[in-house]
């Protein structure tokens, strides 16, 4: 196979040898347009698992950057005066210019054609001249360029300014350090690649870089101005400049990576944030898939070449997101100022997702144990209680939490989970078991499904209701039982369903299905603008329509008294009726109740008001709100959230539940674990105000994660407790927390179920301790 490779970087020599390697026959050219020793930048990071690849793609190439790499396993956070460490993580750092030599020499020896200082303009010709042709060209990749319509690319510049500087600063870990100065907050993110040098990448939003005059500085200025910001963690180090200019990073993506014999790999196609890892691990990971699907067998090129697209494409987009997610993480390192340096440590660590308390627990249980001491003080003094000194702390999910005179055991929360199975708005035995099941289960907070404060007010003819005396004497049964037979603190969940109101039972017709006409109901919203296009156009809400419902309101807040609940949660969130006045999407009224988002919110928080000042003081009020709309441009933004909860905490708000999204049909969610956590984690910061975070959390180990790292004080769950009522309990088990509270009749199933725990646990250890063994045998 004649094969044309433009870029002499990592990716393009890694391909060309691992091609030659695998196919002696090839002939294979590579164009370079600057000269072998012309490199940018300081050193590249490799993972053990990338590592781990080498070894087993090119036994030679991988001896070669292990004899010149620097290994550590370790990560400082550096911050307010303290070195927070982590370890376990296992990486190296490797000069680049020294990775470039030792790839050029071993495509020399292979015989590979290396043409540097070589300017390739014409790649049709080129194209239509080799069988195969290789966009390996970097971020202004021209290849990319000139068949764009096909590889369809976008690029997304982000908002920090970074500066690629080295220095002799001698490192042991990977380092991030925080400073700050009159100008505001910068970071680095610095690690040894070889003896005596290091990278030292600072980082800064766009307005701090202008406020310090370093939009107008030399390469000089820059490294005068970093070397006095970051004198004492330089201990008399000097700063090394190479080309490095202040620089935006981009975000690049490609629909395609194929056309026709022309593939594109490395930061041609994608980039990730260097606060994830090293674009050039993720270039030379996508030499070793195109090699392999070249030489798997496949029938005949374009079978190749798809098979790789496919694969990578998948593979690619996971680590995209995740590098996604860090890089907005340090964006927004604003926010975090005030953390407590081992709780930035915990935030930074965990920002992608990837690392996890648990994951965290097994690299390095001293550091887990250090945040778990640390956070149960925290939380025994915001709960104004006292913690045993030297006593074994909690996970961070089993400390309390408190809320004016509500006081929670933990931190989990069984999310409201509409059942459907009311008749005329009355709980009944199922809403018994349902909910006093999962209180038994241990959950420190329990939500009941949204409960609607009229008949006209209802989803469905199955939803509960709170408008009668009778049905807060159904309440009263249900919350008695849960404070008799449990830890468990109680809250009610009111709401009005607004335009989408009348709708079928799920499994007698489908989620939002209209009613028939003669068994619906008249539907009331912001302004008259169905939520399906066949739907049901409500009326847009007159002064007296609203009148109404804030009375009904009230009315079912002064019943949730008389039915014994702790805590009353407004629900403003999902597009129903206040959440109908909140987005843009549904109110495009042109009264004081619509246009700018202080006027949308203007009967949600009369509602609000009305509410509270009935509302038993000691007691807590949350409101549930739906963070974004999902429709850019158009719909509610993070910081339209972060607003609102301003406004909520100023109106007396003790607690935001924080969803997202189910307010328009336009709407394009952004699916993952936790996907909703960083609007909980944007509105707890900016706003000041407690969150409950919610949204694809499914495990122990999740809530740990949330709460520790200050993204979340609560963590509601609701799949999880549908599949296990006893969730918590069995997470206590798990982590061998005993101070969990089982009811005494089923204490002998607490018992066995430790002990199952505690076995699987020693055989865990004892398999763990017998690889290690034989690792080291095989080692001698």
Known sequence: ?????????????????????????????????????????????????????????????????RQNFAYWTEIDVVAGGETIR??????????????????????AMEGIRLEFGTEQKDFETLRRNCDLLIGADGINSQVRETWKEQFRPSMDWRRNKFVWLGTSLPLDTFTFIFEANQHGLFQVHAYRFEEGLSTFIVETTEETWRRGGLDQASEADTIAYCETLFAK?????????????????PTIKCERWVHDNVVIIGDAVHTAHFSIGSGTKLAMEDAIALNRALHAGHPDLPSALKAFEDARLTEVSILQHAAQVSLEWFEQTERYRDFEPIQLALSLLSRSKRVTYDNLRLRDPAFIAQIDRWFAEKAARQAGISQPTGANPPPPMFTPFRLRGMMLENRVVVSPMCQYSAENGMPNDWTLVHLGSRAIGGAGLILTEMTDIAPEARITPGCTGLWSAEQAK??????????????????????????????????????????PPDQAWPILSASAIPYLPEGAVPKAMTRADMNRVRDDFVQSTKLAIEAGFDLVELHMAHGYLLSNFISPLSNTRTDEYGGSLENRMRFPLEVFDAMRAVWPQDRPVSVRISAVDWVPERGLSVEDSIAIAKMLKAHGCDLVDVSAGQTSTEAKPQYGRMFQTPFSDAIRQEAGIATIAVGAITSADQVNTIVASGRADLCALARPHLADPYFTLHAAADYDWRGAAWPVQYEAGRDQWYQLRTREREEARAADAFAKQRARRDEI
Not at 86 to 107: D, E, P, T, Y
Request: aromatic share 10%; proline share 3%.
């Open 86 to 107: 982590s370890g376990g993580h296992g990486f190296c750092g490797l000069s680049r210019k020294r990775l470039l030599q030792i790839l050029q020499a071993r495509c």
């Open 233 to 249: 963690h330089l201990k008399g180090h000097r700063l090394l400049s190479n080309r490095s200019i202040w620089r935006t990073f």
């Open 474 to 515: 159904a309440w009263r049964r249900i919350t008695d039982f849960v404070h008799d037979h449990s830890r468990a603190r109680i809250g009610i969940q009111l709401a009005h369903a607004g335009r989408k109101g009348a709708t079928c039972l799920p499994w007698a017709g489908g989620y939002d299905r209209p009613l």
């Open 1 to 65: 196979m004649r094969v044309t490779i433009i870029g002499g970087g990592p990716a393009g020599l890694y391909l060309a040898l691992l091609m030659k390697k695998a196919d002696n026959r090839h002939e294979i050219t590579i164009y370079e347009r600057n000269q072998p020793d012309d490199t940018f930048g300081f050193g590249v990071v490799f993972s053990d698992e990338t590592l781990n690849q080498f070894l087993a793609e090119d036994a030679g190439t991988y001896e070669a950057i």
